[in-house]
């Protein structure tokens, strides 16, 4: 038998019966329609987590802290994972241990091959007024260059000119808060910058030791005033990125500014040769491959490392969960509709017996009988597959105008929260046609068995 | 016996099992029918006539004995061999027509065209030229119960004929038509012989009708050759 016959054949008997092939088909239709639904769901979370990722090539970074540090939070992201925490003794004693982040060993770390940019990280706490409204923050010092790049979204205006000025960019969500609705406003305005600084000239000391008011510390403030030249969106996660503030001021400018650098209470605590230089320094790789050897490079002078890229294969770990989760639920429906399957086949070969009988008596083989009830089964789950990625399709759609409709009056931008890549659409009708032909296997080998003496007998 | 011996049946015996009971239905059959005879079996109901039908047509294998045909032992074929067989070697038509309901009289004719692999056009054009040959050249899109018996039964012997069989086997082809289609019904049978060189070997209960038109009568009884006749000298 030809190819196209058995297609033919097997077309031609689910028409005659249109009906049942239409209720068969239906349940392989829901039971397709809601595992790719499904499956849809979980590709959509996973590419919108990637793709925020990935945009921000936020895998391409590494935290660099001193060994003695305990970091910022992020630091210890993991507890348990080693790269957490200082290499062991074993590390290659042949260089020297890194114990301070300065300028110097910036300059080192740049001709690591494979690293693209290093940013320290030098914040201070600092009280910023604009008009009328004070805010207290970390102001952070960002090189000009640095504001260049893809890390900063402006919002308005333009990044500083250069690394000397005394201009400063501030984030969206800062402007808000000190009451400045249109970033547009903000940019040319002046804004006061007020830092923290020991103060030891007699005056002070007289007050402290006499204790007039509240005045308890050696601390005074100075006042500086920068333009305002940028507005840059605020960055919804800190992570590894080295942007993580809501006031940038230029290295130049900051270099000329009376402060205290401290970026925790802890800090008071510690040995000042310990506090000296800066608290961290991120590094930027050329590529995600470059993140391990950079890594190991810099664990092996003793400092503490932290990448996101390490995190990567829980987050797959996860996603793999997620999707078993989604397959063992969309399972059940189409266990259901291969059920049908085999019920249809079973009740089809019964009515047909005799004509299986026909078919022997002119000549066709045991496997000839199988096949064409095959690629009838074969059928259903090909029409069940395309009709049920249609109908995957339609639903994710309902879904998704739906709750968009609701998040928008939220203020939430669209998102796309079911993706359907081209091997999902593939793999469901494939599925589907393969759970067919599973579920008409025992049906058509029944089919194939029936004794055309006994089919034919004229009773 | 004188001639080319075209099927010689050897000591032929089936034994069916019907619970624990065992029944002869055919015992130590021997027969020989030459290329081009129209044979007539005959015998009363259970003498064995419909198994050795199914035996010569392949649909069955005997217990003991063997089958040849055209010197090849057809007893000793595989399952797949013996689609093949009836493919290519034999037609058979029974009493009660065995044609599938949903189709029409052409679509009836082409289906063993079908196993055999024969382009679709093909397959209509030579079921349509079989049809009317048949004499049914009106009747092509109809479906058999917009049929008469003895037009079901011109349709069956179209189907029988589809892959150029060499040997046509009847089983009681009249059975369910009245005495003037019968008639005309193994008149037809006769003159395909005759036209296409066919062996015919045809079941039936009716004695007369058989003497009619057959060259050889055979006649069966519990399961066993009881006699043969030579009534006509063949084509």
Request: aromatic share 8%; glycine share 10%; net charge neutral.
């Amino acid at each position: 038998m030809r190819a196209s016959d058995y297609i033919e054949q097997a077309w031609t008997n689910l028409w005659k019966k249109k009906l049942r092939t239409f209720l068969t088909t239906g349940g392989v239709v829901i039971g397709i329609g809601a595992l790719v639904c499904m499956f849809a769901f979980g590709q959509g979370v996973q590419r919108n987590i990637r793709d925020q990722f990935n945009d921000l090539e936020l895998f391409n970074y590494i935290n660099v802290y001193p060994a003695h540090s305990t970091g910022p939070a992020g630091a210890d992201f993991d507890p348990d994972s080693p790269e957490g925490h200082a290499p062991r003794a074993s590390a290659a004693a042949s260089q020297q241990k890194v114990e301070v982040l300065d300028d110097e060993f910036l300059g080192e770390l740049t001709q690591i091959e494979g690293v693209e940019a290093a940013f320290p990280e030098m914040r201070f706490p600092a009280q910023i007024r604009l008009g009328d409204e004070e805010q207290f923050t970390l102001v952070q010092v960002v090189t000009a260059q640095a504001c260049r790049s893809e890390l900063v979204q402006l919002r308005a205006g333009a990044p500083y000119a250069g690394d000397e000025p005394n201009e400063v960019m501030v984030s969206d969500s800062i402007l808000r808060r000190l009451g400045v609705k249109q970033p547009d406003s903000a940019v040319g305005r002046e804004i006061e910058v007020r830092t923290i600084i020991l103060d030891f000239r007699l005056a002070s000391l007289i007050r402290m030791a006499f204790g007039r008011g509240d005045q308890r510390l050696p601390i005074s403030d100075q006042r500086y005033t920068f333009t305002v030249v940028g507005v840059i969106e605020r960055m919804g996660f800190g992570g590894p990125l080295p942007i993580r503030s809501d006031v940038f001021l230029p290295p130049g400018a900051a270099r000329r500014m009376r402060k205290l650098v401290l970026t925790g209470l802890s800090d008071l605590f510690r040995p000042p040769e310990k506090t000296a230089g800066y608290s961290t320094v991120t590094v930027k790789v050329t590529s995600t491959n470059k993140v391990a050897p950079v890594k190991a490079r810099l664990e092996e002078r003793g400092l503490r490392t932290f990448a996101l890229m390490d995190h990567m294969e829980q987050m797959q770990k996860g996603f793999i969960i997620m999707d078993m989760f989604l397959l063992a639920v969309g399972m059940i429906g189409i266990t259901v509709a291969s059920l049908g399957i085999v019920n249809t086949m079973v009740m089809s070969i019964l009515e047909r017996y005799r004509e299986i009988g026909v078919m022997k008596a002119v000549g066709a083989t045991d496997g000839d009988v199988q096949r064409i009830f095959l690629v009838e089964s074969g059928l259903i789950g090909l029409l069940g597959g395309v009709f049920g990625l249609a109908l995957a399709w339609v639903v994710s759609f309902v879904i998704n105008q739906v709750v968009n409709g609701f998040t928008a009056r939220e203020g939430v931008p669209f998102i796309q929260y079911f993706s359907f890549p081209w091997w999902l659409c593939l793999g469901g009708i494939g599925f589907s046609v393969l759970v067919s032909l599973i579920a008409g296997i025992y049906p058509t080998r029944r089919a194939a068995r029936v004794d055309p003496v006994v089919a034919l007998r004229h009773d | 016996m004188n001639g080319d011996g075209f099927i010689q049946v050897q000591d032929l015996t089936k034994v069916y099992s019907l619970g624990s009971v065992e029944v002869v239905a055919l015992r130590n059959a021997t027969l020989s029918v030459d290329r081009g005879q129209f044979v007539g079996v005959t015998g009363t109901s259970g003498s064995g006539k419909s198994t050795l039908m199914n035996l010569l047509g392949g649909l069955d294998r005997p217990s003991s004995g063997s089958i040849r045909v055209d010197g090849r032992r057809i007893s000793d074929l595989s399952k797949a061999e013996l689609a093949l067989f009836r493919r290519h070697t034999v037609g058979m038509i029974f009493q009660s027509f065995n044609l599938v309901a949903s189709y029409s009289a052409l679509e009836n004719v082409a289906f063993p065209l079908l196993f055999a692999g024969v382009a679709k056009k093909e397959r209509i054009h030579r079921a349509a030229e079989l049809l009317h040959l048949v004499g049914l050249g009106a009747r092509l899109n109809h479906r058999p119960t917009e049929l008469s018996g003895g037009e079901q039964q011109r349709v069956a012997i179209a189907r029988a004929l589809a892959n150029r069989p060499r040997i046509l086997l009847a089983d009681e082809p009249t059975g369910n038509l009245d005495s003037r289609t019968s008639q005309q019904i193994v008149r037809l049978l006769a003159d395909l012989r005759a036209e296409r060189g066919l062996t015919v070997v045809m079941i039936s209960h009716e004695e007369a009708l058989l003497r009619e038109f057959a060259d050889r009568m055979v006649y069966l009884q519990d399961g066993a050759v009881v006699s043969q006749e030579t009534l006509r000298g063949g084509p």
